[in-house]
């Protein structure tokens, strides 16, 4: 999977906003001190969780890892996350279907989860 450059951009706003992530194998996420020596064979900073426990080693621990990575939620995972949320499943569609038109799905889910993370409510 490649990440564009506005997606890596929304995954740190939705970082910094405060989204709920529990790592683990199967999900995407961004180097974003540049602490991994070895390079990404996705893209630059990009890893897969597949060993996630060589990335705990890696990090010293898992809020070692949490606070030096961002996550990079697949839309799957990003639909899933909305659900979690308690977005409402007509919102989500909305969401999906401007995406769609956009060409970029990815990058709407995204902008809808962040304005619904912790730090963004008031």
């Not at 990003?78 to 769609?100: N, V």
């Amino acid at each position: 999977m490649k990440f564009t450059r506005q997606q890596i951009e929304r995954a740190i706003d939705l970082k910094k906003g405060g989204i709920p992530w529990n790592p683990g194998v199967g999900q995407y996420a961004l180097d974003w001190h540049g602490i991994i020596k070895p390079a990404s064979p996705f893209q630059s900073g990009v890893y897969f969780f597949l060993d996630y426990p060589c990335f705990i080693e890696y990090f010293g621990s898992e809020a070692s890892l949490e606070n030096n990575m961002v996550w990079l939620p697949t839309l799957e995972q990003s639909i899933k996350l909305a659900g979690e949320l308690e977005l409402e499943p007509a919102s989500i569609r909305r969401t999906l279907m401007a995406g769609i038109d956009q060409g970029d799905e990815l990058s709407t889910m995204y902008e809808l989860i962040r304005r619904v993370c912790p730090s963004s409510r008031h």
